[in-house]
């Protein structure tokens, strides 16, 4: 089986040149459903070739068939802002191609396509796709602006003048290729083309981009970007790790101390409670000794004054004769 050259490193290196531009037309008109032509690859600091760029981004100016700008986006590594500067590209991309005078209608739609070949957060699918729309927030329609073109009046709608932003995650492919866009993904994920292909740009691939073809020093270049590659994935994992071990360890640590508080908090409210229960129930004690207490004097006092004998109110009372006598 043929082997054929990663798509990132060959959008960085190779397809930069006009003779290749077929491959990259191809996977646009697969993505957008219509036939792309790349006008240009846009120069700037975020795409220079440099044997120690990690990055390896390629930003492109191309045109549908309907004259509409188009920027596609390749990225490779991880990037924190990765979001916003999907944003920043689509804005750099709208003001660059709009000269200084020039009227608002000649400014076009940005098409921003992003291949990641890293872990951009939670989703089942490999492949996200949106756009911008206004709907009613009680009616829930979508609003359509009324615009002048060619001397006549038409409506549009914001989502045919807004950007839209396709997002392709490629580890997250995980299918047997049937459609041309499921063979862009396999080939974008294992450099994978079948023999028989008539996917746009597959086929040009198959011609320009094999392993083999390429002269030693590229060869040799290539090869130290899949040594890169490997090293990235390796550090990326072991910080994975200790990350998660120091989750772990912080988790653990948290949990004694928060443990610790809510045990002291209970043990307080526990102590109150059971404080307030004792006190409660000594109070009802020390009520009914008392109550018994004055009920024996009141006797007492009766008995006596009937003339009893103190011995005997004593007996009848349970109290001392001491007692009876400070009556």
Same mark, same amino acid.
């Given at each position: 089986?043929?082997?054929?050259?990663?798509?990132?490193?060959?959008?960085?290196?190779?397809?930069?040149?006009?003779?290749?531009?077929?491959?990259? !037309?191809?996977?646009?008109?697969?993505?957008?459903?219509?036939?792309?032509? %790349?006008? !240009? %690859?846009?120069? @700037?600091?975020?795409?220079?070739?440099?044997?120690?760029?990690?990055?390896?981004?390629?930003?492109?100016?191309? *045109?549908?068939?309907? &004259?509409? %700008?188009?920027?596609?986006?390749?990225?490779?590594?991880?990037?924190?802002?990765?979001?916003?500067?999907?944003?920043?590209?689509?804005?750099?991309?709208?003001?660059?191609?709009?000269?200084?005078?020039?009227?608002? *209608?000649?400014?076009?739609? +940005?098409?921003?396509?992003?291949?990641?070949?890293?872990?951009?957060?939670?989703?089942? $699918?490999?492949?996200?796709?949106?756009?911008?729309?206004? +709907?009613?927030?009680?009616?829930? $329609?979508?609003?359509?602006?009324?615009?002048?073109?060619?001397? /006549?009046?038409?409506?549009?709608?914001?989502?045919? %003048?807004?950007?839209?932003?396709?997002?392709? #995650?490629?580890?997250?492919?995980?299918?047997?290729?049937? /459609?041309?866009?499921?063979?862009?993904?396999?080939?974008?994920?294992?450099?994978?083309?079948?023999?028989? /292909?008539?996917?746009? =740009?597959?086929?040009?691939?198959?011609?320009?981009?094999?392993?083999?073809?390429? @002269?030693?020093?590229?060869?040799?270049?290539?090869?130290?970007?899949?040594?890169?590659?490997?090293?990235?994935?390796?550090?990326?994992?072991?910080?994975?790790?200790?990350?998660?071990?120091? &989750?772990?360890?912080?988790?653990?640590?948290?949990?004694?101390?928060? =443990?610790?508080? !809510?045990?002291?908090?209970?043990?307080?409210?526990?102590?109150?409670?059971?404080? #307030?229960?004792?006190?409660?129930?000594?109070?009802?004690?020390?009520?009914?000794?008392?109550?018994?207490?004055?009920?024996?004097?009141?006797?007492? *006092?009766?008995?006596? @004054?009937?003339? /009893?004998?103190?011995?005997?109110? @004593?007996?009848?009372?349970?109290?001392?004769?001491? !007692?009876? #006598?400070?009556?």
């Amino acid at each position: 089986m043929d082997k054929y050259i990663r798509f990132d490193w060959a959008a960085k290196r190779m397809l930069r040149d006009k003779a290749n531009f077929g491959v990259l !037309e191809g996977l646009m008109t697969v993505l957008l459903e219509e036939q792309v032509k %790349i006008v !240009e %690859i846009l120069e @700037s600091e975020s795409n220079q070739i440099a044997e120690d760029d990690k990055f390896n981004r390629v930003d492109i100016k191309a *045109k549908n068939s309907k &004259g509409e %700008i188009i920027l596609v986006e390749i990225q490779q590594t991880r990037e924190l802002y990765y979001l916003q500067r999907i944003l920043y590209g689509v804005a750099k991309a709208i003001t660059e191609h709009i000269n200084l005078g020039e009227r608002y *209608k000649e400014v076009k739609k +940005v098409y921003s396509i992003n291949i990641i070949y890293f872990d951009l957060g939670k989703g089942a $699918d490999y492949l996200y796709h949106g756009q911008n729309q206004l +709907v009613g927030v009680h009616t829930h $329609d979508l609003l359509q602006i009324n615009t002048r073109y060619k001397d /006549t009046i038409k409506m549009v709608a914001p989502e045919d %003048i807004f950007p839209e932003y396709y997002i392709i #995650r490629v580890n997250e492919f995980n299918k047997i290729a049937t /459609t041309p866009l499921e063979e862009w993904l396999e080939y974008l994920k294992s450099g994978e083309i079948k023999d028989n /292909t008539t996917t746009p =740009g597959l086929a040009e691939a198959k011609e320009r981009l094999q392993y083999l073809h390429m @002269s030693d020093a590229d060869r040799r270049a290539y090869d130290r970007h899949l040594d890169n590659i490997m090293v990235q994935n390796d550090i990326l994992e072991t910080k994975m790790i200790e990350g998660l071990e120091q &989750g772990r360890i912080e988790g653990r640590a948290k949990g004694i101390e928060e =443990g610790r508080a !809510e045990g002291r908090a209970k043990g307080i409210e526990e102590g109150r409670a059971e404080g #307030r229960a004792e006190g409660r129930a000594e109070g009802r004690a020390e009520g009914r000794a008392e109550g018994r207490a004055e009920g024996r004097a009141e006797v007492a *006092k009766k008995l006596l @004054s009937l003339g /009893t004998d103190i011995h005997v109110v @004593s007996q009848a009372t349970g109290m001392s004769e001491e !007692e009876i #006598r400070k009556l």
